[in-house]
């Protein structure tokens, strides 16, 4: 039998859970609608497989064989919730209701450790269903404010100061098992947006403010806060793309999840700090707004305990500038 069958093989974040799920010796097994995705190359992965898009229907019928099903995109993860009574194994996450909840930018705005709400500009303009800096615009002027579709949009001050991001990990019983915290070097957009380049820190003041957050609405599984300048600016209710900088910290998020599915009592709350990471392909994309970019910390692909995935790595530079290709964009 597999213990886990991780979804969304193209992604990092991906890659890095069936490294890390299979490092600590678990039997691992990763789908994706392209055989063009890095996680399916990894020596971890026991059994890869391509699926149909959407994917739903297929794995509901092949559950029965896995312990453990780990959606690792957002999307995935909620056409798999909505239809939870279907499968035959484990799905340690919380409700759709919750997460529809939570990645609801209006619901993140009306928290009191958000940024205020205003009028106008200067703003950020933001989606309220998005991740990463996908749809979010700066207005500067009222002319550039009165020519952006409002509806079903966020209006917030603009703030700044350093982004950092609390990652944190939730038993089936709803207690904090888990916390890390990072802070992004780089990202790209430079302006906000996924981080490129990112170091772990120590931030206990900060865990504390993200865990009152989660307190609000209570939660099993994994959840990211954003955090920049103090204030709140997003929930990532999911696996986020950092998650190999936590990994490399001694933070085994996808190991600690499998064994919170499996009724363990999992606590953990140690790890390196000073260890930088970096997304190589972002800073690349990062370095056509004029920036140099950085090359130091643990890359997210390239790994020589993982030589089928380093080698496809090479390749992994094209399907990631096609998935990033409104990056090229010109942005504010």
């Avoid at 490294?19 to 996680?39: C, I, Y």
């Avoid at 099903?69 to 499968?87: G, H, S, V």
């Avoid at 906000?192 to 009152?212: F, I």
């Avoid at 939660?219 to 709140?232: A, H, M, T, Y």
């Amino acid at each position: 039998m597999i213990d886990v069958f991780v979804t969304d093989a193209f992604q990092r974040k991906s890659l890095a859970a069936v490294r890390a799920l299979g490092r600590a010796g678990l039997r691992v097994a990763a789908g994706e609608v392209t055989r063009w995705s890095p996680a399916l190359w990894s020596r971890y992965v026991r059994e890869a497989w391509v699926y149909p898009d959407p994917p739903v229907a297929w794995l509901a019928e092949r559950s029965r064989g896995w312990k453990v099903l780990m959606p690792m995109e957002e999307e995935t993860l909620l056409a798999i919730l909505d239809r939870r009574a279907r499968f035959d194994c484990a799905i340690p996450f919380e409700s759709a209701e919750k997460i529809r909840l939570v990645r609801d930018k209006a619901w993140v705005a009306a928290q009191p450790e958000a940024p205020r709400t205003v009028a106008g500009p200067p703003c950020v303009v933001k989606p309220r269903i998005g991740s990463g800096s996908r749809g979010r615009v700066f207005c500067g002027t009222a002319e550039e404010f009165h020519r952006l579709d409002l509806r079903d949009a966020v209006v917030q001050e603009r703030v700044e100061g350093e982004a950092r991001c609390v990652s944190l990990l939730y038993d089936m019983e709803g207690a904090c098992a888990a916390a890390f915290v990072h802070r992004r070097l780089h990202e790209y957009p430079a302006s906000g947006g996924p981080s490129t380049w990112r170091e772990s820190v120590r931030d206990d003041a900060l865990v504390e403010r993200a865990l009152r957050i989660v307190a609000r609405v209570g939660w099993r599984g994994v959840i990211q806060l954003e955090f920049k300048g103090g204030s709140l600016l997003d929930v990532n209710p999911r696996f986020w793309g950092s998650l190999n900088l936590a990994v490399r910290c001694g933070m085994n998020f996808p190991h600690l999840l499998f064994r919170a599915a499996m009724g363990e009592r999992v606590r953990q709350f140690d790890y390196a700090v000073g260890v930088r990471g970096i997304w190589k392909s972002g800073e690349l994309l990062r370095s056509l707004s004029g920036r140099w970019p950085a090359w130091s910390g643990h890359d997210d692909y390239f790994d020589d305990r993982d030589r089928a995935a380093g080698w496809a790595s090479w390749l992994s530079v094209i399907p990631v500038l096609t998935r990033f290709r409104e990056f090229l964009r010109p942005r504010r």
